[in-house]
């Protein structure tokens, strides 16, 4: 899998990322599948995924199913970590100091996870399961393989079907 950060929309950067990575001229048409996850019906061994936040935007593609996503770190309301992680992703959450930082890791997480899967947040976050994985660490969890990343202001994960992996970088694009 090759993840690529960069700054504005980010199916420019896919188009990018295509060209650079596969050899392709020209990004392929997309298309969503029923439940919305996009991908290229004329390119089908080839799977990517989008995510932006603020100004960044975050893809990520290869040869198996992946997600990714990325969050800029900010305060939210207190109390969403309690509402939205399980027990054992809070306790561990707190365990780590409980930081915006690391609540945005295990959300990331959880994001790439239905990314990958196709199902969407249509289930109470909580119910979601994720690997407890800091920035930099990489788990497998019911047959997925997940990574997760951190900058200065923003945190990030893939998740993917093997044989693929998350790569152990995010090359970065002005």
Not at 12 to 40: I, M, S
Not at 46 to 52: A, G, I, R
């Amino acid at each position: 899998m090759v993840l690529w950060l960069g700054h504005g929309d980010a199916y420019e950067l896919l188009g990018e990322l295509v060209t650079a990575e596969y050899g392709l001229a020209d990004l392929p048409p997309v298309e969503r599948e029923e439940n919305g996850k996009p991908f290229f019906p004329s390119a089908p061994g080839l799977h990517f995924n989008l995510s932006h936040s603020g100004g960044l935007a975050l893809c990520g593609a290869g040869g198996a199913p992946l997600g990714v996503d990325v969050e800029l770190v900010r305060p939210r309301r207190a109390g969403l970590a309690r509402h939205v992680l399980s027990g054992r992703e809070y306790a561990w959450f707190q365990q780590q100091g409980g930081g915006w930082g690391t609540f945005y890791t295990l959300w990331t997480l959880k994001e790439a996870r239905v990314k990958c899967t196709g199902l969407g947040l249509r289930q109470a976050p909580r119910t979601i399961a994720v690997p407890l994985l800091a920035p930099g660490e990489e788990g497998t969890l019911d047959g997925l393989v997940f990574r997760a990343y951190s900058g200065e202001t923003w945190r990030a994960a893939a998740c993917c079907v093997p044989p693929e992996t998350p790569s152990g970088r995010i090359v970065r694009i002005s």
